[in-house]
């Protein structure tokens, strides 16, 4: 079983192909100051995202980018004005650390005697919030796969695992190369509360039907002569405005 993370060997050694990889940069710090939200916050700026996550009686915050360069607190922290602010004055709790976010599909992920499980497997883009949760998901698919000495039945479970969070993924980051849409869409999503918010424990960013239909009844309501169709097939996003 190799569950080594998004640079797994054991997937090197069993020579499972890579289909499709994009990566991000990220630098992290954590700051000693009261949370003042127990959301996890996703700020978007011009060539960065921060995300904000309160841990105890701190916050940690972690810049992304597509661009190594621009993964760097004294370039782009200026880019959100509020957020600086708050952070003014406030002690910093850690060094700073690096690391990539990768989103990977492979062609398998198993072969003969050998599975992969979590990042090792594939992975999804920190902004979903969603990797810890699904390597749990697919550790317990591959325990079942076992128990039934079937590794193909891992294979089929993951890819059903992975098609979620692999489409919030690709999503999100085309609302990150798409600025004037993703203003629309997140103006759109914050008249509907809650539907849009990411939770702490490393759930969804948004759950899609509930926001879907949470946005479509605030535009309805508002009188708008407007549709919002969220139609993710096969990675592939149609955004409309009528
Ligand atoms: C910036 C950033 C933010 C993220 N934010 C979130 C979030 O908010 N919520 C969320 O759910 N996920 C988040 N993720 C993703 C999450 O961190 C990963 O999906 C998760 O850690 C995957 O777990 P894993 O066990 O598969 O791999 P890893 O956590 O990478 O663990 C692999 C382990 O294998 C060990 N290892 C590697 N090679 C060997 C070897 N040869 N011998 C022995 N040990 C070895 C490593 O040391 C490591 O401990 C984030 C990722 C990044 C980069």
Request: proline residues 2%; aromatic residues 8%.
């Amino acid at each position: 079983m190799g569950a080594d993370g998004q640079a797994s060997r054991v997937r090197h050694w069993t020579g499972i192909e890579t289909k499709t990889v994009t990566h991000r940069h990220a630098i992290r710090r954590h700051y000693r100051i009261k949370p003042w939200s127990s959301y996890v916050e996703v700020h978007w700026g011009t060539r960065v995202q921060a995300y904000v996550t309160p841990v105890g009686g701190e916050v940690c915050i972690v810049i992304l980018s597509v661009t190594p360069e621009y993964a760097s607190f004294d370039k782009t922290l200026c880019e959100f004005p509020d957020l600086k602010e708050k952070l003014s004055g406030a002690e910093l709790n850690s060094r700073e650390r690096g690391a990539v976010t990768c989103m990977r599909t492979l062609r398998n992920v198993q072969r003969r005697n050998v599975a992969l499980v979590g990042d090792a497997s594939g992975g999804v883009d920190a902004i979903t919030g969603d990797g810890i949760r699904l390597a749990l998901r697919q550790a317990f698919a591959l325990v079942e796969a076992m128990a039934a000495d079937d590794l193909e039945q891992y294979e089929q479970k993951h890819r059903e695992l992975a098609k979620g969070a692999t489409r919030m993924g690709n999503l999100m980051l085309w609302l990150d190369r798409n600025p004037r849409l993703r203003r629309r869409v997140i103006r759109s999503f914050a008249h509907v509360g809650n539907a849009c918010g990411t939770r702490n424990s490393g759930g969804s960013v948004f759950d899609r039907s509930a926001t879907r239909l949470a946005a479509a009844d605030y535009l309805r309501k508002a009188g708008v002569q407007s549709e919002l169709h969220l139609e993710l097939r096969y990675s592939f996003l149609a955004v409309q405005f009528r």
